[in-house]
């Protein structure tokens, strides 16, 4: 990808988390990278790396401490000396504690001096030559915490002020002066955007004190990794759609390719009906010719404390989740036909009753949905139609997902057909909406950390088209990475006790499909 070939990019903060992150993209478009950076230790290591992985070699690092303005002012001056353009500037350093009252050498409030009034002088003293470069970019690295807070213009140097708080006051004060510059460089060929990147689980926390690192390492699994929170910068800083947009505010961008070309059909299946899932199965063995990809990804939540049965007396999570289970297909892909299931409730039975047409169809994949809450409740031979909280049976129809994924896996060994799992992150979708009080005050103030559905598919689409992964079988997938699984759910012989045991509850029959 060469979209930002001769272009130069200075990218502040760029040695770790986001910065780090939105170097890598946009050198793998062929910009010229500015790392300004105050530690150049951690800086040299992610060029290396970045250079190691993009094989490009204009990747360079520069010092810049933020909080010092002789050190903004001499990073500005070897700029202006070094570079005889910028096309874009991305304020992304940061800087956040939590107790700590600390001032930098200039007397001024370490996180304002570090978050905003660094990136007040960078940006005047480069201001030229971001003119001299137009159509050229600043983008500002905000947060949504700005609503919790204001600026007080009678105390612009609030060294008493509790420094956690403090963090919220530098974003708005970043807001308010990425609006204003916004303003006055109207028509000067320089646009100004701004944008919240989510929460991410990044360098930002590391002067957490105990013991509030306690409820915050509960919530990081809700929070995205640093390659997603650049997504939103790297589109500020390369896509032509903004080319002439300034002064607005961006959240959540994820480039995702859509296809007008895709073939979508659409079939009934109820997940929690074994008969509709027998039903589906032999639609498609009748309709269709092959299938490349079964995606299981329907699923149930529950309702946090309330059971439900299905028509087959079994629990509505267990059943909809892992004994019949399959898909609601999200993305498009040139030449991929998509079915699509709809009034989906609940992949054993399915997949018995489909694995001649894909061990047809090989190479082909079964790609199964699960969750890091697998972790949360064990699942054995024995406690597959037992009663509990319908949250743990969630947790323990994801258990088992993974288990018959591993066993799956065993089996179908050096047929071309692959089985691999993969937690998708905590996502914002409709399965929340049974969850009652006093459960939805949790997951209403969580919600700000989780993934949109267009972030939570990406493992999905990795799993199902990355050619790195035609040979891999038996893994568990977590942000497009492969994750190791505790022990315990490697346990072989334990799997193979719950394969038979479900064999019994989804009466598969003498003439069906075996595996």
């Known amino acids: 990808m060469t979209k930002m070939q001769g272009k130069v990019v200075i990218v502040t903060g760029a040695n770790s988390g986001i910065g780090k992150e939105t170097a890598r993209g946009l050198a793998k478009m062929g910009a010229k990278v500015i790392m300004a950076c105050r530690n150049l230790e951690t800086a040299n290591k992610a060029r290396d790396e970045i250079l190691t992985e993009t094989n490009n070699s204009n990747v360079i690092v520069y010092k810049l401490d933020l909080s010092s303005q002789k ?19 991305i304020h992304n350093a940061g800087y956040a504690n939590t107790f700590t009252k600390m001032k930098s050498e200039d007397g001024i409030e370490l996180t304002m001096a570090t978050n905003h009034y660094g990136n007040f002088l960078l940006t005047h003293l480069l201001i030229d030559l971001l003119r001299k470069s137009t159509p050229s970019r600043i983008v500002i690295v905000a947060s ?35 609006l204003e510059l916004a303003r006055r460089l109207d028509g000067s060929g320089i646009t100004v955007n701004l944008l919240h990147p989510g929460m991410i689980d990044s360098g930002i926390w590391k002067n957490v004190p105990f013991p509030l690192t306690l409820p915050l390492s509960l919530i990081k699994m809700f929070f995205k990794t640093p390659e997603q929170g650049a ?17 607005k505010y961006f959240m959540d961008y994820e480039i995702l390719q859509e296809c007008s070309e895709a073939h979508l059909i659409i079939h009934k299946l109820d997940l929690s009906s074994f008969k509709s ?20 990804n329907a699923g149930v939540g529950g309702a946090v404390f309330k059971n439900f049965t299905t028509e087959d007396n079994l629990e509505l999570v267990m059943e909809t989740n892992y004994f019949g289970i399959l898909i609601f297909q999200v993305f498009h892909k040139r030449d991929l036909k998509l079915i699509s299931l709809f009034d989906i ?4 039975l399915l997949t018995h009753l489909l694995i001649n047409l894909l061990k ?53 060994k050096g047929t071309g057909v692959t089985a691999n799992c993969l937690h998708p992150g905590v996502i914002n979708t409709g399965i929340w909406r049974n969850v009652r009080l006093p459960a939805s005050l949790f997951v209403n103030m ?43 759910i490697e346990d072989s012989k334990l799997n193979e006790e719950i394969w038979e045991a479900t064999k019994i509850i989804v009466q598969l029959k003498e003439t069906d499909p075996k595996i």
């Open 360 to 412: 047809q169809s090989a190479p082909s994949r079964i790609v199964v949905v699960s969750s890091v809450l697998h972790k949360a409740w064990p699942c054995n031979s024995n406690n597959l139609k037992g009663k509990a909280l319908p949250f743990f049976q969630y947790c323990k129809s994801k258990c088992a997902g993974i288990r018959f994924t591993l066993e799956l896996a065993k089996r179908l």
């Open 71 to 89: 050190s903004v002012r001499q990073f500005a001056a070897d700029i202006k000396k070094n570079e005889s353009k910028i096309d874009v500037l």
């Open 446 to 488: 969580i919600r700000p950390c989780m993934k949109t559905v267009e972030e939570g598919v990406l493992t999905n689409m990795y799993c199902v088209t990355a050619e790195e992964l035609q040979n891999v079988n038996g893994k568990y997938f977590v942000d497009c990475k492969e994750t190791a699984l505790a022990k315990r």
């Open 345 to 348: 409730k609940g992949p054993f």
């Open 231 to 247: 997504q939103t910068s790297i589109y500020l800083a390369s896509s032509d759609e903004v080319s002439n947009v300034s002064g």
């Open 144 to 178: 949504e915490l700005y609503r919790f807070a204001s600026v007080n213009l009678q105390n612009l140097n609030p060294i008493n002020t509790f420094p956690a708080y403090l963090y919220y006051v530098s974003k708005c004060a970043n807001i308010m002066f990425g």
């Open 277 to 296: 899932v027998r039903e589906f199965a032999s639609v498609m063995v009748k309709t269709e010719q092959k299938i490349d990809v079964l995606l299981h």
